[in-house]
């Protein structure tokens, strides 16, 4: 069974400060991890992506990190805003289109002005 | 790109009762459709997978005579809940991956069903 988890419910930063969000996974094969964020009454949004081949995948105020030999993956938003807050998953995929996510339970952000 | 639109937003039925949702692709094609459902404070949790053109594949407990999808074109599918009761009540969240694409999923704006 592959899973994903994510062990902090809540984080709370200031503006203009660093957020990190964790993740740790199971039984990883040659898979894709992905970050969405989700406000309530919402559909996820999409926010970035990391093979399972890379460290460090860096998009705007967003960076993902894959520690392979921790099983561990962190989300870097900088600098964090309070338009930021919101839930935010980690999922893996298969690596196709076709691929099912599965998702971890979720760390709400609040992000403090 | 990649829009996945839902519809309705919200519905709200009566107990005993049959609601359809919609699950559209706008601008891209869907050969895979997934069907999520989220409880309040819960994660996401995967109900089907649906599949243009074949029968969806369905997760383990999740009766596939009560919640009925149907993929019949590569942008629409559709989940019919039938014979709705109260603990159906739920956010039921669509997604589609990009034909081409390798593993993103782009999510509709779920569907609020509030079953009285």
């Known amino acids: 069974d592959q899973q994903v988890k994510q062990n902090s419910p809540s984080l709370s930063v200031q503006e203009g400060r660093i957020s990190i969000l964790n993740c740790d996974y199971t039984n990883s094969m040659f898979d894709y991890f992905l970050w969405y964020k989700k406000y309530p009454a919402e559909g996820p949004t999409f926010l970035i992506s990391?093979?399972?081949?890379?460290d460090k995948n860096e998009d705007g105020r967003f960076t993902v990190f894959l520690n392979k030999s921790a099983k561990h993956l962190s989300l870097h938003i900088v600098p964090s805003q309070p338009g930021d807050s919101a839930v935010y998953f980690c999922?893996?995929?298969?690596?196709?289109?076709?691929?099912?996510?599965?998702f971890g339970e979720g760390t709400q952000l609040t992000v403090n002005p | 790109g990649a829009v996945v639109s839902q519809h309705p937003s919200w519905v709200i039925c009566k107990s005993g009762t049959s609601v359809k949702i919609e699950c559209r692709s706008l601008?891209?094609?869907?050969?895979?459709m997934f069907w999520y459902r989220q409880f309040p404070k819960q994660s996401l949790m995967l109900m089907a997978t649906?599949?243009?053109?074949?029968?969806?594949?369905?997760e383990q407990g999740v009766e596939k005579d009560k919640f009925l999808i149907n993929h019949a074109s590569l942008t629409l599918s559709t989940l019919t809940v039938t014979s709705a009761h109260p603990e159906d009540s739920s956010f039921y969240i669509c997604?589609?991956?990009?034909?081409?694409?390798?593993?993103?999923?782009?999510f509709g704006p779920g569907t609020r069903l509030t079953v009285t």
């Open positions: 601008d891209f094609q869907a050969t895979t």
């Open positions: 990391i093979s399972s081949i890379k």
């Open positions: 649906s599949n243009e053109g074949s029968k969806a594949t369905y």
């Open positions: 999922a893996r995929s298969g690596g196709t289109s076709g691929s099912r996510l599965t």
């Open positions: 997604s589609a991956g990009t034909s081409g694409g390798l593993y993103e999923q782009y």
